[in-house]
């Protein structure tokens, strides 16, 4: 049963940052199952809308479907409301979206990122039936148990059970993020055999989203 599971699964690595006005989420572009890699350029990184970008992590057939999911109901909001919805918005439906198929549910791990209302970077992060939290930073994945260490370390999160509660947001700079999120791939990538190839690197912030690429082991 175990090679069964296995066999369906493709294991991916993914990373998000907020700052104060920005976000950063990033993945590598390895998918692999066991030790086969199926391909080196696989993006796993969704736009849902201009200001929200989802990468994700777990079953890629299910992954698929929900990103399918999650752009009809877009554009539904769009036809109805004639306007994008915000992260935080897009942030509740995924997050009503996977505890709906909570019985048999999307094998899904995500990340969301992009920017809020005010134009403060924003992190959700999720299980696979939609419990989920805004956080300053976040990664899931094959690797998230080497580089969420790492991040601890360098970002210090705040507990959410602090109050009054304290800004989630981190205190780098958009620069500062970016080299940290290629030296924390880097890092994983060292140890964990279904992390590398290539890192993508989606940026937002006012200005708009613009994307970097940077070359990982390919061993």
């Given at each position: 049963?175990e090679?069964e599971?296995?066999?369906?699964?493709?294991l991916?690595?993914?990373?998000?940052?907020?700052?104060a006005d920005?976000?950063v989420?990033?993945?590598?572009?390895?998918?692999s199952?066991?030790?086969?890699?199926?391909?080196?350029?696989?993006?796993?990184i969704?736009?849902?809308a201009?200001?929200?970008?989802m990468?994700?992590?777990?079953f890629?057939?299910d992954?698929?479907a929900?990103?399918?999911?999650?752009?009809?109901?877009?554009?539904?909001?769009?036809?109805?409301h004639n306007k994008q919805?915000?992260?935080p918005?897009?942030?509740?439906?995924?997050s009503?979206?996977?505890?709906y198929k909570?019985f048999?549910?999307?094998y899904?791990?995500n990340?969301l990122?992009?920017l809020?209302?005010?134009?403060?970077?924003c992190?959700f992060?999720?299980?696979?039936?939609g419990?989920?939290?805004?956080v300053?930073?976040?990664?899931?994945?094959?690797g998230s148990t080497?580089?969420?260490p790492?991040l601890?370390?360098?970002?210090?999160?705040?507990?959410?059970?602090?109050?009054?509660?304290?800004?989630?947001?981190?205190?780098?700079?958009?620069?500062?993020?970016?080299?940290?999120v290629?030296t924390?791939f880097?890092?994983?990538?060292?140890?964990?055999?279904y992390?590398?190839?290539?890192l993508?690197?989606?940026v937002?912030n006012?200005?708009?989203?613009?994307?970097?690429?940077?070359?990982?082991?390919?061993?």
């Amino acid at each position: 049963m175990e090679d069964e599971q296995t066999t369906f699964l493709t294991l991916l690595s993914v990373v998000a940052i907020a700052g104060a006005d920005y976000c950063v989420v990033a993945a590598d572009t390895r998918m692999s199952t066991g030790y086969s890699i199926l391909t080196r350029g696989y993006s796993k990184i969704c736009k849902l809308a201009d200001k929200s970008f989802m990468a994700s992590s777990g079953f890629q057939a299910d992954v698929k479907a929900l990103q399918k999911h999650l752009s009809a109901k877009h554009l539904i909001y769009q036809h109805q409301h004639n306007k994008q919805m915000s992260c935080p918005a897009m942030a509740q439906l995924l997050s009503n979206t996977l505890y709906y198929k909570r019985f048999f549910p999307y094998y899904a791990f995500n990340v969301l990122g992009g920017l809020d209302n005010e134009g403060k970077g924003c992190v959700f992060t999720y299980d696979a039936v939609g419990s989920y939290e805004r956080v300053g930073y976040s990664a899931q994945g094959s690797g998230s148990t080497l580089i969420m260490p790492f991040l601890d370390n360098q970002l210090k999160s705040p507990s959410p059970l602090l109050l009054p509660a304290v800004d989630a947001v981190t205190p780098l700079s958009e620069g500062e993020a970016i080299d940290l999120v290629k030296t924390v791939f880097a890092s994983a990538t060292e140890r964990d055999i279904y992390t590398g190839d290539r890192l993508e690197i989606v940026v937002l912030n006012a200005d708009g989203t613009r994307y970097e690429y940077m070359e990982l082991r390919k061993d």
